[in-house]
């Protein structure tokens, strides 16, 4: 296989790109060289997408799968997939389950309504890169809607931060319920099966994450602990509690999606038409082992972000310890 990637540097494009050179393809990387190289094995290409003229020499060989992974202005997808469209047999465009309409509904499928492509949320942007994909390839076309995606090199920092929160110790406030269910995919899965489904002429949508309840949050954070060697105490805390603080799901606490959100959608989606094909993912503890050990050979700065010590404070007194 020729396997063209848009990226390749980062999170899941560095993932596609070490799973595909492990499988022999022939691997490049079209990228800015801002990030940092591609992988051992990968042959790197350096321009600019938004700049139409910097994909033409790439128009000019042969792609058997093209893989993007885009989630800016859905402008420059089309203009991608248009300049790529000579070369490439089959455009796998990563999309995202927030194209979808209402995304407190739950058992979200892939026939679900999709928000209108005339607006300017992230939905409305994946929405209108997909329509262009699907316009420009037809059935050579493969839309990828995750959701949360965790693993190493892990980009934005989700399950990094609650593994940074953990390590520091001390009593960490935790929105209960631990029972509450999430649903979530590491970003090798992810890459395993793009590239399968490229490899098999899958074309279409699919929901390409976790079944329902692939873990809890009191399982995750549990994890996180051992897996960081953390003596921090979990401090479950109820949600009209978090919420009358002011604290925001998703944003100040990653990862968490209350029970009765607008969006709690995204830990219950039908992912049944991916797993038929073959997805496969594996246990969270093997993604936090893995992402723990990524983080500590890594050193970096720590990034703002999640409830600092007074904030958390001020919800800490009087909860019940677990």
């Not at 407190?104 to 929405?127: C, M, N, Q, Y």
């Amino acid at each position: 296989m020729r396997l063209l990637i848009l990226g390749g540097t980062r999170f899941l494009g560095r993932a596609l790109a070490t799973d595909a050179v492990s499988r022999g393809w022939e691997v490049t990387a079209f990228h800015r060289g801002v990030s940092g190289p591609p992988p051992a094995g990968v042959a790197a290409v350096h321009g600019d997408r938004t700049q139409p003229g910097d994909l033409a020499p790439l128009a000019h060989r042969a792609w058997d799968a093209v893989v993007d992974t885009w989630d800016g202005p859905p402008q420059v997808v089309a203009r991608s997939a248009a300049a790529l469209e000579p070369a490439c047999g089959r455009y796998v465009h990563v999309s995202s389950r927030s194209v979808y309409r209402d995304l407190s509904t739950r058992g979200l499928t892939e026939l679900s309504p999709l928000v209108s492509v005339d607006g300017d949320t992230f939905g409305a942007r994946k929405a209108a890169a997909e329509h262009a994909v699907l316009a420009t390839y037809g059935d050579r076309a493969l839309l990828a809607r995750p959701g949360l995606v965790l693993g190493p090199h892990e980009q934005p920092e989700r399950l990094v931060w609650w593994l940074r929160r953990l390590a520091r110790g001390g009593d960490v406030p935790v929105p209960g319920p631990p029972e509450l269910g999430l649903q979530c995919i590491d970003v090798r899965d992810l890459a395993r099966w793009l590239l399968d489904a490229a490899r098999s002429g899958l074309s279409g949508a699919y929901n390409v994450v976790s079944r329902p309840g692939h873990t809890t949050m009191g399982a995750l954070l549990s994890t996180c602990a051992e897996a960081s060697g953390s003596r921090a105490r979990l401090r479950w805390v109820p949600t009209a509690t978090v919420l009358a603080a002011g604290v925001r799901p998703w944003s100040d606490l990653p990862i968490w999606v209350p029970e009765d959100s607008d969006v709690r959608g995204l830990h219950e989606t039908d992912a049944e038409r991916a797993h038929a094909t073959g997805l496969r993912c594996r246990p969270i503890a093997q993604t936090v082992a893995a992402t723990w050990d990524w983080l500590t050979s890594t050193p970096g700065p720590v990034p703002a972000g999640g409830l600092g010590p007074e904030r958390e404070a001020a919800i800490l007194p009087g909860l019940d310890e677990r």
